[in-house]
């Protein structure tokens, strides 16, 4: 074939040089603009993973490359007057213009045809007389942007300012300085990529870039400054620029997220950066871009595919490679993005949550990178959750946790599940079994279900209640078993169901009215839920003192089984979520219009609650953080208002849920996919908060607590299947503090047992 390869970074290159390794019949000539030796940026990080891959790939270039590496395995994090030092994280890195210098060797070696100083131009007839035009133009790509309807382009542009620098400083360490000035925190990303060099990238808000001028400064004056900023680190060294020797690059630049629905187009194909890129900060650029190379001609020489089939696969594999690293990518580019979320934590947090930004390193991974440094975590998490009485070195979800004079055992929580199996609301031995067993299995609080305030707030007919003398009863008698024969605590969650009342059981369909027998239903305005629900009543002040009162009644009989709290479900489109969304909320009275008027109902609701409940015992709210519906629903921004709203009425914790409030809703789902929203809500408002949603192993819960994005994490369809979920964790984790109940003690000693000789004999396998 005849090849020609706009671009000679390292996807070009690198491209070339792999299909001329699997037949050198091809013609390949790689046209770039720049002379060689002449390149931006300076240094790049390789994983383990892309070493295998490259020396698989090509062992000739791989070796050098390899034999040039600089190794280093801490990271320095100096954050207000401290330094963090985590081992183990084992990284690899080169320079960026040696790393293309052995590239392009190698491509002459094999005789690829290397043209510099040559400008490509897109609408050149040229590019006709080539079988492929290989678009490894970086992420300005004019290949891709010439076309940008035929690769379906989509460009984000984030937020912070960046600047690429280098310095002959050598940094022993992966080194974070986070510096505080008076116009914001700026901040630098320095690692050493050749034994007399190291990459030096400066970041910061626009807000803070403004402040120091940096919009009106020359290049040279930029890089004087931070070097100013910077020079408690940099010991004399100066910082040093190479942007100014290319075609019109900034010093200064807004990272550009690039994503293409087609990475072919005609005889053109999107390689590396043309295609995709991927936040500097996961330093992963460049072993995306070879790893495209090596799978591109993998599929163009084989026999087997015809071109349209190799081009399908090569897009199909590759594609889920990027949107995995993205994804992380996304996270690492919004922590950096929202880092004065963070600046409140004290060092060693702070730390930990840069580590685990991603969301690809969790607690146990800390643990096998570097065990005493983690230890030190789990000890400094202990401390400040006992006010300083334990020196424990134990996994934070066992901590303890306090909301005023209740403290939970541990973390973990049985989130509040509908079992949609009373009868006239009445718990029964279902529901006796079925908390107690989830008590007995060693959460630190068990949730009950949304338990509703009349029979009309009910969902269903078989959704339990608190209105009437038997509700009474047969909740305490639960309440007291839960506390004679565990030390779970038991929170009642109160919720009235709107519009969404008079449906099925859950399991006969989710949201569908009843075939007969329905009962009219309220909201806050006359929007039904979807086409086939009832069309609620809009609430009249009347309804609306009488669902109070009703509210403030059940709490008095919570009080009078014996609950250690109280939580107000204000979520997921019920009755005063209905309030809170502007999608169910048309009101035009003081109830309606702005947040402010919508939250009214539900605060004073929450208010008089609180007032009826006693006070050394906690509150909760759940919440919905988002509607899913963009800037048409409540927003994440919204959420940490709203947490605030509720917690100046005396809430002690906000459970941060999300959707369902809208039947259009487009949900993101995912690991832990909630738990950002909980993050928001925590660290903006500086509120307790719990996550919940698809937390389901312990190392998420870990992670979540240690970076401080929940105080408590909730689980609900995994406690469905195991009510024993947190024994287990105990059991996996080796922590034998647990409270376990006495009868049971054998069969978690067993179980620990079992799973320690299982770990040792993966481990030996590994080995
Ligand atoms: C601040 C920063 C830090 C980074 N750190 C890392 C890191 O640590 N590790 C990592 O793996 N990645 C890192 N990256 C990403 C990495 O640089 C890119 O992902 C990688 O360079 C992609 O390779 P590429 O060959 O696709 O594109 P590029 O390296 O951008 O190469 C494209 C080439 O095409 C040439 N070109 C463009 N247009 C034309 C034209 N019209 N005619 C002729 N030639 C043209 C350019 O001059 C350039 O040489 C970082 C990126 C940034 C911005
Ligand atoms: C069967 C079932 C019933 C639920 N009922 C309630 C409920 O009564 N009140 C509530 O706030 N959330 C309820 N939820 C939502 C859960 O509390 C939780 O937020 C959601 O399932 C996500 O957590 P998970 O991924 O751990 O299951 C219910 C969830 C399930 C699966």
């Keep these: 074939m005849k090849i020609a390869c706009i671009g000679g970074g390292a996807a070009g290159l690198y491209f070339a040089i792999s299909m001329k390794l699997r037949d050198p019949a091809h013609e390949i000539e790689v046209f770039e603009r720049n002379p060689p030796g002449v390149t931006f940026g300076w240094g790049v990080v390789f994983s383990d993973l892309t070493v295998e891959n490259i020396t698989a790939n090509d062992p000739v270039s791989a070796e050098i490359i ?4 600089a190794h280093w395995d801490d990271i320095d994090v100096h954050f207000k007057g401290e330094t963090i030092t985590s081992g183990g994280h084992g990284f690899i890195g ?8 052995v590239l392009q060797n190698r491509a002459r070696e094999l005789g690829v045809v290397l043209r510099f100083e040559t400008e490509c131009d897109a609408g050149d007839s040229k590019w006709r007389d080539y079988d492929l035009v290989i678009a490894a133009d970086g992420a300005n790509s004019r290949f891709r942007d010439a076309n940008p309807q035929a690769f379906g382009v ?3 542009v984030r937020r912070n300012k960046f600047v690429w620098l280098g310095t002959s400083k050598v940094f022993d360490a992966f080194t974070f300085a986070f510096e505080e000035t008076e116009h914001g925190w700026i901040w630098a990303h320095a690692y050493r990529f050749a034994p007399d060099c190291s990459t030096f990238i400066v970041e910061c808000s626009e807000d803070t870039w403004r402040g120091f001028g940096f919009d009106k400064m020359s290049q040279d004056e930029s890089i004087a400054a931070c070097g100013r900023l910077f020079a408690r680190y940099l010991d004399g060294h100066e910082l040093q620029s190479n942007a100014s020797h290319l075609v019109g690059s900034a010093a200064w630049l807004n990272f550009r997220r690039i994503k293409c629905e087609r990475w072919a187009s005609g005889n053109v194909i999107l390689l590396g950066d043309a295609a ?20 591109l001609a993998d599929v163009l020489n084989r026999r087997d595919l015809s071109l349209e089939a190799a081009l399908d696969e090569y897009q199909a594999e590759r594609s889920l490679e990027v949107l995995k690293l993205q994804n992380s990518a996304r996270n690492s580019t919004e922590w950096f993005e929202t880092l004065e979320r963070y600046t409140h934590f004290e060092p060693l947090q702070f730390a930990y949550s840069l580590l685990t930004r991603s969301q690809r390193i969790s607690h146990e991974n800390l643990r096998l990178r570097d065990r005493e440094w983690l230890e030190t975590v789990e000890r400094w998490f202990w401390k400040r959750a006992t006010d300083g009485r334990s020196n424990k070195t134990a996994p934070p979800m066992f901590a303890p946790f306090r909301l005023r004079e209740m403290e939970v055992e541990n973390r973990v929580t049985v989130s509040p599940m509908a079992m949609y199996s009373a009868v006239d609301g009445v718990p029964n031995d279902f529901h006796f079994v079925h908390y107690g067993e989830r008590a007995l299995g060693g959460a630190g609080l068990v949730f009950t279900e949304m338990t509703c305030v009349s029979p009309e707030g ?21 309440v007291d078993f839960v506390h004679a024969n565990s030390k779970a605590k038991i929170c009642l969650q109160l919720g009235h169901s709107g519009g969404k009342g008079s449906t099925r059981l859950g399991w006969e369909g989710n949201d569908v009215p009843l075939d007969e027998g329905n009962w009219p239903v309220m909201s806050a305005s006359d929007v039904p839920w979807s086409p086939v629900n009832q069309v609620p009543n809009p609430m009249t002040r009347a309804d609306m003192d009488m669902v109070r009162n009703q509210f403030v009644a059940a709490v008095r009989m919570g009080l009078e089984c014996g609950f250690d709290m109280i939580e107000l479900h204000a979520a997921h489109g019920y009755l005063l979520s209905s309030f ?6 048309k009101r035009t009275d003081e109830f309606g219009g702005p947040l402010e008027n919508r939250l009214r109902y539900p605060l004073e609701v929450f208010a008089a609650m609180r007032e009826a409940w006693p006070s050394d015992r906690p509150m909760s709210v759940r919440i919905s953080a988002t509607d899913w519906a963009g800037e048409n629903g409540i927003t994440p921004e919204d959420a940490v208002l709203i947490g605030e709203a509720f917690a100046q009425e005396g ?4 459970d941060v849920s999300a959707g369902q409030t809208w039947a259009e809703q487009q949900p993101v789902y995912g690991r832990m996919f909630q738990t950002p929203f909980s993050d928001r809500v925590r660290n903006e408002g500086k509120l307790a908060t719990m996550a919940v949603g698809n937390i389901y192993e312990p190392d998420h819960a870990n992670s979540i607590l240690a970076a401080g994005r929940a105080d408590l994490v909730a689980l609900a369809r995994p406690h469905l299947v195991d009510p024993f979920w947190t024994l287990r964790a105990a059991a996996q984790l080796d922590y034998r503090d ?3 109940p006495p009868q049971y003690l054998n069969g978690l000693s067993q179980l620990a047992r079992n799973l320690k000789r299982e770990a040792e004999a993966a481990a030996a396998l590994r080995v």
């Design 458 to 478: 009910r969902i269903s007919p078989g959704c339990t209640g608190m209105w009437n003398a038997d509700h009474v009863a047969a909740w305490k008698r639960i």
């Design 94 to 101: 080169i320079g960026r213009k040696r790393l293309l210098e």
């Design 651 to 654: 809430a002690d914790l906000i």
């Design 66 to 69: 390899t034999g040039e590496f």
């Design 580 to 585: 809170i969304t502007p999608l169910q909320n």
């Design 276 to 295: 995709h890129t991927a936040h500097f900060s996961i330093g992963s650029g460049t072993k995306l871009a070879l790893e495209d190379a090596i799978k």
């Design 154 to 156: 989509d460009i984000d």
């Design 738 to 740: 647990v409270h376990c």
